[in-house]
């Protein structure tokens, strides 16, 4: 049976493993085999008493075996299970440690191999010969395979047994690690997945043996990981690298792995422990900010260039009108006002994530008459669109912030007329329900699809990103949903994409309890 075939079939047997005992047996035969050796055992520690304690045997007698254990107790928890570094040895070289037990266990060959789990020490697996064979490097990692696959298997079989004591319903401590671990040969064959690493994947422990590392990872990173890896050595034995990787449906996902080879006693690589997790929201978020300061670069630009443009105008020039004069200060106070709400929005954002929230100062005032005052303004602007408003006959009387409210209005139309390119029908409509009133805004444009609705409310985030001529910094909305909310309302969004999107928020009916009613708070840049 070969290597890949023979650590195949050792986890499968891990994996449908009950017991300890039962673990370690499998993971003796495995070693056995792999070493060409003809004996072996397997001692844990004992966690109350913290002495080696024996769990199986192969072709020793345990009182041989625990014999050793005992007289050698110190040695193997000072050169093993602390460095958790691997010894062979042979009976040719009587100036190792090793040597002596090998020899009182009348052994010519003996490997003794740490097991580890977490960065937690569990034992050793061993295994000896009475021919004096040389172990090969291939059998060396090899048995380092083993090792790994055991560890994982007996922290797991241990937990079991915990929580069955305890009588308690939680998973085991596999189970619950959410963090992705592979251990990879350095030519890049897997020797070890953890559960969390198989879930992810989609697949199981013993489907992953035997594949390679770096064939998981996208093929623009590959060259440059495996260049990394190779790097490593006694000098420098960790890395964290970031790449991506295709996902269980061939999609591509971004993760963060720390990378830590071990080394034999001569300095060469044995192998590769990788930890990983995904950080794909993460870099989806940083991207996000990245075309934020792009486009907020370009959107304070813009106005500024004008306002430059117009007060050079204005300086210099002495035969200008009256009228000309007031228009041209009209485009400065608009373009102004216009870096202005930029500015309050990014003032917004940092309240928000800073968790003080927004200044609210609540009056109570019929919003029927700002609706149709801001539907009035964008009518005059747009000659392709068609505004329209269903309002109740009696006074809209709500309670709330209006200065926000006449701002959260207008960034949602603004939006409607510009995703609404080819014009249509904009139409806002109030409802009075029970204890609340239901303000809807349609459009019938672009629309959205699905995923662009999910994230709408995230800042930073822009439906239309790639339209870099589209005005807008991503904020609005994420602000829309914090004033909504903050004078107890809910806001939602329904499109239908190539149709239309709708935009919903409620207000209840004349509120008598107000989020931070009173409190003092800093004014904004120009409001009003």
Known sequence: MSLVSLLRDLAARLNGAEGLESVCRAAVDAAMRVAGMHCGWISLINKETGFLELICHQGLSAKLVREVLDRNCELFRTRILEKSSPHFTSIGDKTHWVHDIASRAFLRSLAVIPIWHAEQALGCLAVGSTSSEELTISRRQSLEAVAFQTGSAVARVSAEQALRDREQECGSVVEDQTELECHHLPDGTVVFANEAYCRYLGRMPEDLIGTRFLHGIAKADQDRVAAELAEL????????????????????????????????????????????????????????????????????????????????????????????????????????????????????????????????????????????????????????????????????????????????????????????????????????????????????????????????????????????????????????????????????????????????????????????????????????
């Not at 927004?358 to 029927?368: E, F, G, Q």
């Not at 239901?438 to 999910?454: A, C, H, N, R, T």
């Not at 008598?512 to 840049?525: I, K, L, P, Q, Y």
């Open 233 to 528: 050595g006694p000098d420098r034995p960790e890395t964290s690298l970031e790449f991506q990787v295709i996902g269980p449906g061939g999609e591509l996902r971004w993760q963060q792995w720390n990378h830590r080879a071990i080394f034999d006693e001569q300095g060469r690589t044995m192998k590769l422990q990788s930890v990983g997790r995904d950080i794909t929201e993460r870099k989806s978020i940083e991207q996000m900010k990245s075309d934020f300061v792009t486009t907020a670069a370009h959107e304070l630009r813009t106005p500024l260039t004008s306002i430059l443009g117009f007060s050079e105008l204005l300086s210099i020039r002495d035969d200008i009108s009256s009228e000309e004069r007031n228009r041209y200060l009209g485009y400065i106070r608009k373009h102004a006002q216009n870096m202005a709400n930029i500015i309050n929005d990014l003032l917004d954002i940092s309240r928000i994530e800073s968790g003080t929230g927004l200044p609210m100062k609540p009056t109570l005032w019929d919003l029927r008459l700002t609706i149709a005052e801001i539907l009035q303004s964008y009518q005059e602007q747009s000659s392709i669109h068609r505004f329209k408003s269903i309002l109740p006959e009696s006074a809209v009387e709500v309670l709330a912030d209006k200065w926000r409210m006449t701002k959260l209005l207008n960034h949602i139309i603004d939006n409607a007329v510009k995703y609404s390119p080819a014009g249509g029908l904009i139409q806002v409509t109030c409802e009075s329900l029970a204890d609340h009133y239901l303000f809807s805004i349609e459009d019938q444009g672009k629309g959205m699809k699905p995923g662009q609705v999910q994230r709408i409310f995230d800042a930073f985030y822009r439906a239309d990103a790639s339209n870099t001529a589209m005005p807008g910094t991503g904020l609005g909305m994420t602000v829309a949903r914090e004033i909504v909310q903050a004078q107890g309302g809910r806001i939602w969004v329904e499109s239908d994409y190539g149709k239309g999107t709708t935009v919903r928020f409620t207000l209840p009916i004349r509120l008598t309890v107000f989020s931070r009613e009173g409190s003092d708070h800093e004014e904004d840049t120009c409001r009003g």
